[in-house]
């Protein structure tokens, strides 16, 4: 009687630890996409300790870190880097974080983004790059934003964002010009070119998959 006494309360003390960590292991009721693009750390924490494959797509295509590029939501961007998720993973239209970001002008976000390594370079299924979305017209951008996204588009805030952004892009390309002829020209950075010509490149050389000479 006295061992089964003692027993008892040690049965109810592990009982309760393997309760508890089965509701530490449960997903949050907040998705994944949401947690993200509302910056819920905590929330994508716990679905990381349940298993949550943090680089799932939603019924759209678009991953966690998508939808961080589209909300500016840097803190959780940075904590999705850190633990897993693919930098430049694609979404339903072949974009990746960094051309998200750029379009929308989140500045802070493309930082995060370029020092986890983004390609700057990467186009989506239209052909552009993040360079080249920071181009694209109010009337274009406003439709994509409220009509299809349905989302309130802040005109204002989203010009002065991509003003802030082509600088972090163009830097980041003027590093890759150092070692990337083809990069160079694309940027017109004359500097890096004449240092390629001084290194021996052959200014008649074609591109690889352009066939065209610089």
């Known amino acids: 009687m006295r061992t089964l006494r003692n027993l008892v309360p040690r049965l109810f ?4 630890l393997v309760l508890s960590q089965a509701l530490s292991a449960a997903p949050p009721s907040v998705d994944l996409w949401t947690a993200a693009a509302t910056g819920n750390v905590g929330a994508l924490k716990k679905h990381q ?7 799932a797509a939603d019924t759209n295509g678009s991953s966690a870190l998508n939808a961080t590029a589209f909300f ?8 999705l880097l850190e633990n897993g998720a693919f930098v430049d993973i694609r979404d339903g239209n072949g974009g990746t974080p960094l051309i998200t970001a750029a379009f929308m002008g989140h500045s802070a976000t493309v930082k995060v983004l370029l020092k986890h390594g983004a390609d700057v370079n990467a186009t989506n299924d239209g052909g552009q790059s993040s360079l080249q979305v920071l181009g694209t017209d109010w009337d274009t ?7 299809i996204m349905q989302v309130p588009a802040n005109r204002k805030k989203i010009e002065r964002g991509r003003e802030q952004v082509g600088p972090l892009l163009y830097g980041a ?8 002829v083809w990069t160079a020209v694309l940027i017109g950075d004359a500097s ?4 390629h010509l001084a290194e021996g490149f052959n200014a008649n050389t074609p591109h690889p ?4 000479t610089p």
């Open 13 to 16: 003390v592990i009982s309760l």
């Open 209 to 212: 998959d352009l066939n065209a």
């Open 192 to 195: 890096a070119v004449k240092n």
């Open 72 to 79: 500016d939501s840097a803190k959780a961007a940075e904590w």
């Open 141 to 147: 951008t406003r439709y994509i934003i409220e009509d």
């Open 49 to 55: 300790a349940a298993g949550t494959n943090l680089n």
């Open 173 to 180: 390309l003027q590093e890759i010009a150092k070692n990337d």
